[in-house]
Nanobody
Framework: QVQLVESGGGLVQAGGSLRLSCEAS????????QGWYRQAPGKERELVAT???????NYADSVKGRFTISVDDARNTVDLQMNSLKPEDTSTYYC?????????????WGQGTQVTVSS
């Protein structure tokens, strides 16, 4: 019943910034984890950043100091602020929410948004 929609991707020059947003629709009871993954052509999908309720955010080593994850419960969104972008950040970015509905916990994924960083 939960659907996630990403937005904010695009083309940017190296050193620039983008802000991704993931908006959720549908009913749910409890949010456990919100976060972002990315996958570049020919590479494995990798974790970028996660926010677990009641804990500090977790970041991949490759993005620490450049990316910031944030949540907005009023808007049902999780955002990813990406600064100092590098060509190697070029990927399709997928958001996910780990939630409980009717006592059952599972993860939901968005359709992905493309980020391209030119040199």
């Amino acid at each position: 019943q939960v659907q996630l929609v990403e937005s904010g991707g695009g083309l940017v020059q190296a050193g620039g910034s983008l802000r991704l947003s993931c908006e959720a629709s549908g009913g749910f009871s409890v949010i456990h984890i919100q976060g972002w993954y990315r996958q570049a052509p020919g590479k494995e999908r990798e974790l970028v950043a996660t926010q677990t309720r009641g804990e500090s955010p977790n970041y991949a080593d490759s993005v620490k100091g450049r990316f910031t994850i944030s949540v907005d419960d009023a808007r049902n969104t999780v955002d990813l602020q990406m600064n100092s972008l590098k060509p190697e950040d070029t990927s399709t970015y997928y958001c996910f929410w780990d939630i409980t509905m009717l006592g059952q916990r599972r993860a939901y994924w968005g359709q992905g948004t493309q980020v391209t960083v030119s040199s």
